[in-house]
């Protein structure tokens, strides 16, 4: 079954309905859009968020454009209000999100459009807003006898909440915002925790303020201009110092570890002699974007990467990456859905004049 349409959306996060929003301001969703979701329900990655992250402690919760973010009790969780928003917003501006819908290749046809084939048939299109985030691609690092690990380990893609590790000798491995709350989280529950990072954190002071935002997304953007692997924002921005995260430095919660030379049955060992028992050790590293169904076009260039300007994919104008890079953020995913939109626009405007100005 082949379905054409003028753009298809794939993902039905913050950047893909962001997107779907603009889009529909100029097509019928079903026949100039379609937006192909994998999860099950609405949500994005937000949906599988664990149950202790609330309100009060979650990084940030922006609006999708037109409709206000809910604002319920600071100790909230997250991930069902944010999911009933999501599907309220599908809704509301009338996305027909199609899922589950597994995307497995976008190729090139000999005609210039797009085939973006998934396990419910094939969709036809002029343009592509790729919005599948990183949730799904959780990086796992490798070390020296990690597989003769006797305890358990995890990755946050995998974390329900800090009494699974109650009395337990727990090692948190990595050093940005979700390391943090694991470790803020599970300390008092453990027997006892360690923090190990590659670099040692850059603790911000002060307010981050928008020209702050503005100077640390202008240097991830550099990255994917670049055609690198793009960093998270964190990364240049360093970790904000709320109270809570003061305090827990002040209790020594937060007193960082260098990583490990090898990984030993019973737990962690440093070529300097140093050993930590662990039984337990939660890899909270990251993700990776989720990007193999556009192998086929052959985007990623000698750095890892994928050149891009702004959101376009530099070398074909028919793809956009929201939610890579510099708009991985909430907030700019937003305008990186409103900006690919625009420019997508534009492309079907000189290619098929009459189509483009369809609404």
């Known amino acids: 079954m082949v379905r054409e349409v003028e753009v298809v959306v794939v993902g039905a996060g913050q950047a893909g309905l962001a997107a779907a929003y603009h889009l529909r301001r100029f097509y019928e969703p079903g026949t ?106 959780p990086f796992w690092p490798r070390y020296s006898g990690q597989e003769s690990f006797a305890g358990r380990q995890l990755h946050t893609a995998q974390y329900r909440g800090p009494r699974e590790f109650a009395g337990e000798r727990v090692a948190v491995v990595g050093g940005g915002i979700s390391a943090i709350q694991h470790l803020m989280e599970i300390h008092p529950f453990a027997a006892a925790t360690a923090w190990v990072t590659r670099r040692p954190p850059q603790w911000r002071d002060g307010e981050f303020n928008p020209d702050r935002g503005r100077e640390a997304v202008a240097m991830v953007e550099e990255r994917v201009r670049r055609g690198l692997r ?34 030993e049955p019973g737990g962690l060992r440093w070529d300097d002699g140093r050993f930590a028992s662990v039984d337990a050790i939660l890899w909270a590293t990251g993700f990776r974007a989720s990007l193999d169904h556009l192998a086929p076009l052959r985007l990623r260039g000698p750095g890892g990467g994928i050149v891009m300007d702004g959101t376009r994919v530099a070398a074909d104008p028919r793809v956009h990456l929201v939610g890579y890079g510099p708009s991985a953020s909430t907030v700019g995913a937003n305008r990186a859905g409103r900006a690919a939109v625009r420019e997508i626009r534009e492309l079907l405007k000189r290619d098929d004049p009459v189509s483009a100005g369809r609404r």
């Open 32 to 137: 100039g859009f379609a937006v192909l979701d994998h999860a099950p329900h609405a949500g994005g990655a937000w949906q599988f968020r664990w149950p202790t992250l609330t309100f009060a402690t979650v990084n940030g919760v922006y609006q999708l454009p037109g409709m206000a973010v809910p604002e319920p009790e600071a100790s909230t969780p997250v991930a069902g209000v944010i999911s009933d928003y999501f599907a309220a917003y599908e809704r509301e501006f009338d996305l027909r999100v199609q899922r589950p819908v597994s995307v497995r290749s976008v190729r090139s046809l000999p005609d210039g459009r797009l085939e973006v084939g998934t396990d419910r048939g094939a969709w036809v299109a002029k343009a592509l807003v790729n919005a599948t985030g990183t949730w799904e691609r």
């Open 230 to 263: 793009p960093q998270s924002v964190i990364s240049v921005t360093g970790i904000p110092q709320t109270p809570q995260i003061r305090a827990a430095r002040e209790a020594g919660v937060l007193e960082r570890l260098p990583v490990f030379d090898r990984i």
